[in-house]
């Protein structure tokens, strides 16, 4: 489980995050992981000053896609409403969880999956993570 | 509806879960930890957090 702490980013990513960064669009993380994990895995990619968050499900003891998970969102960022949100993940699962919820969703699709059979399909689906800048229209 | 906050997933999304070898995927090895797949469903990834 110790890797979890020392992944690296996908080569695109920092790029997109300055990119959102320098657009003033504020960004989060929402993950099933616990904090500690996290924390050291945005240390490690130099990512912490590029989110404005970092968001574990951990104390909920329930996980995505349980829509109280998603609801963490909205009680970080109480400003904001669900569908203002753009949710992305590599997961089809996940982009649906978040959709189902009320967030518009990008799905990552890196792998060239097939679409998840339950509906809808999320609003958006992308190669990699530039997929978000045209979402956002950056 | 504009954007004002973009939420990303953690792990496969800004972190590679993959090259890494710390996962599998359920349609290539499988995995004690994977969602059963179903036909028609897209195979989940398999991150023990579940993302």
Redesign the interface.
């Known amino acids: ?1 110790g ?2 702490a020392r ?4 080569t695109e ?1 920092r790029g997109v995050l300055e990119a ?1 960064k320098a657009r003033g ?10 904090s500690e994990m ?1 924390a050291s ?1 945005v240390e490690g ?1 130099g ?1 912490a000053p590029l989110l404005d968050a970092v ?1 574990s499900i951990e104390n909920l003891r329930q ?2 896609i349980m829509p109280i998970t998603y609801g963490l ?1 909205l009680q970080r ?1 109480a ?3 669900a ?12 982009a649906l969880g978040a959709t189902w919820f009320g ?2 969703a990008l799905w ?1 699709n890196r ?1 060239g ?5 339950l509906g809808p399909a999320p609003r958006y689906t992308g190669r990699d ?1 530039r997929a ?1 800048l045209d ?2 229209r950056i | ?17 993959y ?2 070898g ?1 996962t599998s ?1 359920s ?1 290539t090895r499988g995995s004690s930890l994977s969602p059963t797949p179903t036909p ?6 398999t ?5």
């Open positions: 489980m890797q979890y992944l690296t980013p996908h990513n959102l669009l504020p960004c989060a993380i929402l993950s099933n992981g616990n996290l895995a990619a990512f968001i996980y995505k969102v960022f400003d904001v409403q569908n203002e949100v753009l949710f992305v993940s590599s997961n089809a699962w996940d967030f518009q990552v792998q999956m097939p679409q998840e059979t993570l978000v979402a956002c | 509806m504009a954007l004002k906050l973009v939420v990303f997933d953690a792990y496969g999304t800004l972190f590679d879960v090259s890494m710390v995927r349609s028609g469903r897209a195979a989940a990834t991150c023990p957090f579940g993302s």
